[in-house]
């Protein structure tokens, strides 16, 4: 039995979305673990209601802003 496009192209899709996810999980452990309280919680609902985008988000706009001012 071989493996056909449309096969391949889900077996992508799925292998992309485990990354996202696991992406995902990484950024907002990170956010628990080392921001500030209150800006913790904020961080923690974006993150949760908004999945990739909000990790994105955190990861080019929060994450560079704490490692420069020395709390990484």
């Known amino acids: 039995m071989s493996l056909g496009i449309p ?6 899709i799925m292998f992309l ?3 996202g996810t696991i992406f995902w999980v990484r950024m907002i452990i990170e956010c628990a673990t ?7 919680l904020v961080w923690i609902i974006i993150l949760v209601f908004t ?3 909000g990790a994105a988000l955190y ?12 709390r990484a």
């Open 7 to 12: 096969e391949i192209l889900m077996l992508a």
């Open 17 to 19: 979305m485990l990354l």
């Open 34 to 40: 080392r921001e500030s309280d209150p800006e913790r």
């Open 51 to 53: 999945y990739l985008i």
């Open 59 to 70: 990861y080019f706009v929060r994450r560079p802003a704490r490692i420069a001012a020395g």
